[in-house]
């Protein structure tokens, strides 16, 4: 059964602190994405990532940066929290399909508050 | 400005009934479809998908139609079911790899029994 894990369920910080979300895919995927989900607005791509040490900005990448040091691990750093990011953070894992198109396969999502 | 929109935020169906979703984009180039379903607490999951060379795609109880001349696409659920109730997401994508999809702000359907 393939599976996308994030570290927290729920999140809670204070405005300015350093936030670390994680990822880890069990599915050799090489595409790992970061969305937020919001009323009214959908999924909306912060960051994602086709290989190790790559990543591409989505969206909404402000505010936001990412690391992609394994594989199966992608993480998605706040470096000062504001209120405004709060929100709930999915990630998601697709394999490179070289041509044809992939579903993506999400992870539960992390709540996060920022107060 | 959404380029994926989904005009109904919320839809009531009795169980058994058909539900109808429907979507909207602006992009022509996009030329990939998939609808999501979404449970409270929960991840999306992949509910099925349509590329642009065809108009109608058949899994089951769900059929998604696509009308590309009226950008438009729509999710079929025949006979809906109470555990059909969740959030209904399209998503469209336009790059040769299938890495960018772009989502629609989705649908909460209630079936109700």
């Known amino acids: 059964d393939v599976k996308v894990t994030q570290s927290s369920r729920y999140l809670v910080k204070r405005t300015g602190e350093k936030v670390f979300l994680e990822c880890v895919q069990d599915m050799d995927h090489e595409n790992m994405f970061w969305y937020r989900q919001d009323p009214g607005l959908g999924l909306r791509l912060i960051y994602f990532s086709y290989d190790v040490k790559m990543k591409e900005k989505g969206d909404i990448p402000e505010g936001y940066s990412v690391s992609r040091e394994k594989k199966e691990r992608f993480s998605l750093i706040l470096e000062s929290a504001s209120t405004n990011q709060t929100s709930m953070y999915l990630c998601?894992?697709?394999?490179?399909?070289?041509?044809?198109?992939?579903?993506?396969?999400f992870g539960p999502g992390t709540r996060l508050t920022v107060l | 400005d959404q380029q994926v929109k989904q005009n109904s935020p919320s839809l009531s169906v009795q169980e058994g009934r058909i539900s109808i979703l429907n979507c909207d984009y602006t992009?022509?180039?996009?030329?990939?479809f998939l609808w999501y379903k979404k449970y409270p607490a929960e991840g999306p999951t992949f509910l099925i998908s349509i590329s642009s060379i065809k108009d109608k795609n058949e899994d089951g109880r769900f059929t998604v139609f696509l009308n590309k001349s009226a950008k438009h696409l729509s999710l079929h659920i025949v006979p809906s079911q109470p555990g059909d109730s969740a959030v209904y997401f399209c998503?469209?994508?336009?790059?040769?790899?299938?890495?960018?999809?772009?989502f629609g702000p989705g649908t909460r359907l209630s079936v109700l029994p």
């Open positions: 998503a469209a994508s336009m790059d040769n790899y299938g890495q960018n999809f772009v």
């Open positions: 998601a894992s697709s394999p490179l399909s070289g041509g044809a198109y992939n579903e993506q396969f």
């Open positions: 992009n022509s180039m996009f030329d990939y």
